[in-house]
């Protein structure tokens, strides 16, 4: 087995177990939450409740994204496990890679389906919702990646949490705006630009945490 795929594996033990950074089920339950509270605050107007529904489940699949923030790297920093991994010839580039992967596989697909009845609750239509879900597609990947980024660069750093909530919320207006984007009927050239805002956040993501996280070794 490749040290990658090791990688993978520990993160999805850890991510669906009942440790540190466990509890993959929160993300899925606060946007079910979300989804289920939001008609109650908007009232009985279901075409008002259609036309902003969408826009609300992206919020909440972002903020889902950013709810274990506080787990994603900073025990594994505090156990050493950087450390041991440097010395294996293990870069933080490859093992946040890893992290980020796992991370999606997380809440990612599970957000996906929980959209299906999110979105009946909030009377969305068909299309709209396949609009959605092709967004949520190529735009959770981005959002994992952007919370394993955060995690990395406030690993270290007191009240870690509220600095990285700062921080994500620039970076996720991209994705978000043209996540939302999206869900009108002629929104392809919107769901382009989301796969292109995450494919920046993937590639940006693994360097910026991984140099973050040399930093806080030294």
Do not use: C, K
């Amino acid at each position: 087995m490749s040290p990658f795929a090791a990688l993978l594996r520990r993160d999805l033990a850890a991510m669906f177990g009942s440790g540190a950074r466990g509890g993959a089920a929160l993300p899925v339950l606060f946007f079910l939450a979300v989804a289920t509270l939001y008609p109650f605050a908007v009232g009985s107007d279901a075409r008002l409740l259609a036309d902003t529904g969408g826009g609300v489940l992206w919020i909440a699949a972002l903020l889902a994204a950013l709810l274990p923030i506080e787990r994603l790297v900073r025990p594994d920093l505090e156990l050493g496990l950087f450390d041991q991994l440097a010395l294996r010839g293990v870069a933080e580039e490859a093992s946040l890679a890893a992290r980020i992967l796992a991370h999606w596989l997380s809440f990612g697909p599970p957000l996906m389906v929980a959209a299906l009845p999110g979105a009946a609750l909030m009377g969305i239509e068909a299309q709209t919702l396949l609009n959605l879900e092709l967004g949520l597609l190529v735009g959770t990947p981005g959002l994992a990646a952007l919370g394993v980024m955060v995690a990395g660069l406030t690993a270290a750093l007191r009240s870690g949490a509220a600095l990285g909530g700062l921080l994500a919320i620039p970076l996720a207006v991209p994705p978000l705006i043209f996540g939302a984007g999206s869900l009108d009927g002629n929104g392809d050239g919107a769901l382009a630009l989301t796969g292109a805002a995450s494919l920046v956040l993937l590639a940006l993501a693994p360097f910026a945490a991984g140099a973050a996280i040399r930093a806080a070794r030294e």
